[in-house]
């Protein structure tokens, strides 16, 4: 790799680096076809699509039994290993769950909120030629933390499926999985077959065409993000060991032809390391031609900076996927970059051990996507309620400032459903207690065999 200095980058490197997309565009078209077709033939399509594309004749579509059998099936090393790592990213991901709230802001007016689980959700787990059981877990295992009823699995379809990842998403709890991938695995998730049941939100990784058919159906259901291919920035200074720095760009460069991997620095002897240190150990590696053909993307490289505040401004504005620091004055560095999916500190977290076992969640935005949004956590599959209540004495708080923006916007039936409140002298009596402890004790029955005045 060749060493570019940030400051000598003109537009259209520019636009390479930071407006980086995943491809949906092109895919698009595809994509749309193939959902149309799932959601007018079902089943049938499913199993053409198979044939066609993945070269194998599906019988059974649900081959939940299966994953069952294959965590039985596989060797006892790779179970206890597949076990940890779930039980690393439960743990994390149990720590995220909010709790419900409510409190008394003004006297008589209460409000809080509440979390509930959404009820179906569809993961989609990558397969085809090769196995992923890390985003088996890392799909389903949060969906489970946060209460999800139903998890349905879509995967492509083997001959056989890969025992490692189906015994990895019966130890992370899937209630049903189905052997069946890309653009036609989404739509049936998002409309429904004779096997296959339609979800409420869809999750997961997958090539440019799983990608683009979830932008073609989130209108119709609700879906995560729109992933491309994966995507790594090294931030180091001087002090950062240059294998160290190379193996973490060779390791997210052979997920993909079109991974994006930079190592930026303000140090230029560390720089010209680092990129031989990429050559050396892309060669030794087994997935040679794909990394050099990531190392290649226009949106990869090794940039001098010339300060780490330069560098800091690139790691900002490039927002990517993962963002791993090696530096002396790291957590600081770290405080400074908003814009990153995950972030690694320090020399001995490798973006690798998040993406299997350190408990954090794999799934995360790329294409810049982390200058909005985060990544697959427990709040994905959840759905949040705001709760309220107003006393008599809370309501007539209002009830000047409500009534006023009301008629000020023309909504004369609005002001009018609080004066209501106020327009019988009868009700007044009901109400006439407003504190928040009474309430409480009419609802414990202590105010009498009526209970909660307020509600009667």
Excluded: C
């Excluded at 078209?29 to 399509?45: F, K, L, S």
């Excluded at 933390?145 to 499926?161: F, K, N, Q, S, Y």
């Excluded at 900076?305 to 800091?312: C, D």
């Amino acid at each position: 790799m060749d060493v570019r200095r940030v400051a000598d980058l003109g537009p259209a490197d520019r636009r390479a680096l930071f407006e980086r997309d995943a491809g949906v565009d092109a895919a698009a078209g595809t994509a749309r076809d193939i959902v149309e077709r799932v959601r007018q033939e079902g089943d049938v399509a499913l199993r053409e699509y198979a044939r066609e594309f993945d070269d194998v004749e599906v019988g059974n579509l649900d081959v939940t039994d299966d994953a069952g059998r294959a965590a039985e099936a596989i060797e006892d090393d790779l179970r206890e290993h597949i076990e940890r790592a779930a039980a690393n990213v439960r743990e994390f991901h149990e720590a995220q769950l909010p709790e419900d709230w409510r409190r008394e802001f003004s006297p008589g007016r209460e409000l809080g909120r509440r979390f509930r689980p959404i009820e179906r959700v569809g993961v989609y787990v990558p397969g085809g030629a090769a196995a992923y059981p890390s985003s088996a877990l890392m799909g389903v295992v949060p969906a489970k933390v946060a209460g999800v009823e139903h998890v349905a699995v879509v995967t492509p379809p083997g001959d056989p499926i890969n025992p490692a990842t189906l015994a990895a998403l019966h130890v992370a709890g899937a209630d049903a999985v189905y052997q069946v991938g890309g653009a036609q695995a989404i739509a049936a998730l998002a409309y429904g077959t004779e096997t296959v049941p339609r979800v409420e939100k869809i999750v997961g990784p997958g090539n440019r065409f799983v990608t683009a058919a979830k932008a073609e159906v989130r209108g119709d259901v609700a879906v995560d993000f729109l992933a491309g291919p994966s995507e790594v920035l090294v931030l180091a200074d001087g002090t950062a060991p240059p294998g160290y720095v190379a193996a973490e760009l060779v390791a997210q460069a052979e997920h993909d032809p079109n991974a994006a991997v930079v190592a930026v620095t303000d140090d230029e002897a560390l720089a010209t390391a680092v990129a031989a240190a990429v050559e050396e150990q892309a060669a030794a590696r087994e997935r040679t031609e794909v990394i050099r053909e990531a190392l290649s993307n226009d949106a990869s490289g090794v940039f001098l900076a010339r300060s780490m505040s330069e560098a800091v401004l690139f790691a900002e504005e490039y927002a990517a996927e993962h963002l791993a620091i090696v530096a002396d004055d790291d957590e600081a560095l770290s405080e400074r970059v908003t814009n990153a999916g995950s972030v690694f500190l320090g020399p001995n977290t490798p973006v690798a051990a998040g993406d299997y076992a350190s408990g954090t969640n794999h799934v995360l935005p790329t294409g810049g996507g982390a200058r909005v949004f985060g990544g697959l956590s427990v709040e994905t599959f959840l759905r949040s309620t705001t709760v309220q209540r107003l006393s008599r004495r809370g309501l007539a708080d209002l009830r000047e400032t409500v009534t006023t923006l009301a008629r000020t916007e023309g909504l004369d039936a609005h002001a009018a459903s609080i004066e209501a409140r106020f327009a019988d002298d009868s009700i007044e009596a009901r109400f006439a207690d407003d504190s928040v402890e009474a309430r409480f004790a009419d609802e414990n029955g202590e105010n009498g065999e009526d209970g909660n005045a307020d509600a009667e």
